[in-house]
């Protein structure tokens, strides 16, 4: 069964540290993984990461793939209270045909001032 | 920016009766998903839509469950007689084309739906 495990599950931090958020996944075929911030409502979009070791980088924030190790690390740096959220990461396996996400079930950041 | 628009925010009903979620995906979209999240839990892959019928369900998309384009903007999630489970979180997502060619899902704000 196609599995996607985040850590922590949650973490607290103070406003101005660096944290790295753990995603690992077990899928049958590998096509993209995602992640998306989730605060009160809807997901939004980050990152989508299709090669190995290549770093994407939206300000703060950063995210690389290791595809041998099945894994991906979501990093914040210089973290705001704004950055305070669920983080989802999620799992695209190219052998289904309709496209849905398998997701993790995220990890919860609250960043203190 | 253009957005996943979902109506009502909120839905509370009383169990056994149908309830319809509605979405208005991106104009130039072309996949539409359906997607829950109970409580506590993680998103759950409900259906996918393209070309006016569902490409891939989930077990959890049983035969109380429909989705409906009736025209060229929504897209709606039906269900049929609703049991206490069906509460939670209903999300709407759309991409301009699939995976494959890497685009990602955009999400709606979601519908908060309560079974009494």
């Known amino acids: 069964e196609d599995k996607v495990v985040q850590s922590p599950l949650s973490l607290v931090v103070h406003e101005g540290d660096t944290v790295t958020l753990n995603c690992s996944y077990e899928v049958t075929n590998f096509r993209s993984l995602l992640w998306y911030k989730q605060e009160k409502k809807a997901p939004t979009f980050l990152f989508m990461l299709t090669s190995s070791g290549i770093e994407k980088k939206s300000g703060r924030l950063s995210s690389i793939l290791d595809k041998k190790e099945l894994s991906s690390i979501l990093n914040i740096t210089a973290t705001q209270t704004g950055d305070s959220a669920i983080y989802l990461c999620a799992v695209d396996p190219s052998s289904n045909t309709g496209n849905q996400f398998y997701f993790g079930t995220g990890t919860s950041l609250t960043v203190i001032p | 920016e253009p957005e996943v628009t979902q109506t009502p925010s909120h839905q509370v009903t009383q169990m056994g009766q149908e309830v319809i979620l509605r979405c208005v995906p991106i104009?130039?979209?072309?996949?539409f998903y359906w997607y829950r999240q109970i409580l506590g839990q993680k998103v759950e892959f409900l259906v996918s839509f393209y070309n006016n019928e569902i490409s891939e369900k989930s077990e959890i998309f049983d035969d109380q469950f429909s989705v409906e384009r009736p025209d060229g903007s929504n897209f709606t999630l039906k269900i049929r007689s609703t049991k206490l489970e069906d509460s939670a979180m209903y999300f709407c997502?759309?991409?301009?084309?699939?995976?494959?060619?890497?685009?990602?899902?955009?999400f709606g704000d979601g519908t908060r739906l309560s079974i009494l």
């Open positions: 104009s130039n979209h072309l996949y």
């Open positions: 997502a759309s991409s301009a084309l699939p995976q494959g060619y890497r685009q990602p899902q955009h």
